[in-house]
């Protein structure tokens, strides 16, 4: 069987295509030269990028799709919609996943009747023996069972289960209080997180969904066209090419004193996409109106001071 030389891989079949390649840039989707199950190792890989990618189209038309762990952090467990339950502005959610108690999670609402926020999304301890960890989420009021969250945790070099389809910033068009973002490929299923990049005014998101080739976000009010919305939309890999990856991820513990939070985030650039969500629900009614990336920095607005020691979830997501 020959083995030939390529200029960044080997062929190992009578083929003559790339069966293994390295290299600092993933192939282009639809290019041509690469066997099916062809494994690709990005030279590059740092922060959150995965190393190993798989080549799931065909040798004439490429697809490759990450496999196996990465540098940093990555969605080991993600899914939803589940319903609220009625009585209760606290809900405890067993979910699909080795949920650790030091992993960041995110909540958002897929579905709701009104402006109530998520206020509290952490993990929590199992009482039971044997039982797994579960999800806190808490709401600023009984959400009732007219509410469905989404929800999604990071670990840091894991295996992860979802990877991110689409991600980025979105100016509002205003209008009406929902905004239509068209997200070609995105589909009924997937698992959107949103929240606000800009704002000159207390609105608030209500409920984001995905629907084919779109996401709509719909607000507290009329957006008008002075906000923008950071969004991040999950689905389980092993079928597309993840657009983004999580180069930073943490938690940050508030100061208090205003309404501003400010983070030092070495390495965050400006035009990176942020999720965020506060941790602990002891904040009571306060939420967060906006977040916003610069040069190493990480700025939150709160609707009111957040006062010392709350807690902010957060993921930094860059393009790959």
Not at 138 to 145: G, Q, Y
Not at 147 to 153: I, K, Q, R
Not at 242 to 248: E, I, K, M, W
Request: glycine share 10%; hydrophobic share 40%.
């Amino acid at each position: 069987m020959p083995v030939t030389n390529f200029p960044n891989g080997l062929t190992m079949d009578t083929t003559k295509y790339i069966s293994i390649a390295s290299g600092s840039t993933i192939p282009v989707t639809g290019a041509s030269g690469y066997n099916p199950g062809c494994k690709f190792i990005l030279s590059s890989a740092s922060l959150g990028k995965n190393i190993e990618w798989v080549n799931q189209g065909s040798a004439t038309s490429c697809l490759f799709v990450p496999s196996g762990a990465g540098f940093g952090y990555g969605f080991a467990w993600a899914g939803g919609p589940v319903d609220c339950v009625n009585g209760e502005t606290a809900t405890q959610y067993a979910v699909d996943g080795n949920v650790g108690l030091a992993d960041i999670c995110f909540a958002a609402h897929q579905v709701s009747d009104d402006n109530d926020q998520i206020i509290g999304v952490a993990c929590a301890e199992s009482t039971a023996p044997g039982e797994q960890n579960s999800l806190l989420i808490t709401a600023s009021a009984d959400p009732l069972t007219a509410h469905d969250y989404v929800y999604a945790g990071l670990k840091n070099k894991c295996v992860p289960k979802f990877d991110v389809f689409a991600a980025g910033t979105h100016t509002t068009v205003g209008g009406a209080a929902a905004e239509a973002i068209t997200i070609t490929g995105a589909k009924a299923g997937d698992l959107a997180f949103v929240c606000l990049g800009s704002t000159d005014d207390t609105d608030t998101i209500s409920d984001s969904i995905c629907t084919t080739d779109t996401l709509t976000v719909t607000l507290s009010a009329d957006p008008s066209t002075t906000h923008s919305i950071h969004y991040v939309i999950l689905r389980e890999r092993g079928t597309f090419k993840p657009s983004h990856y999580v180069a930073y991820a943490g938690q940050h513990t508030c100061v208090g004193g205003d309404a501003t939070e400010v983070a030092t985030v070495t390495g965050v650039l400006s035009d990176d996409i942020i999720m965020s969500v506060i941790e602990d629900a002891t904040s009571g009614a306060t939420n967060i109106l906006k977040v916003v990336p610069t040069t190493n920095t990480v700025t939150w607005t709160f609707n009111a001071d957040p006062t010392v020691g709350h807690l902010i979830n957060y993921a930094v997501l860059r393009a790959y």
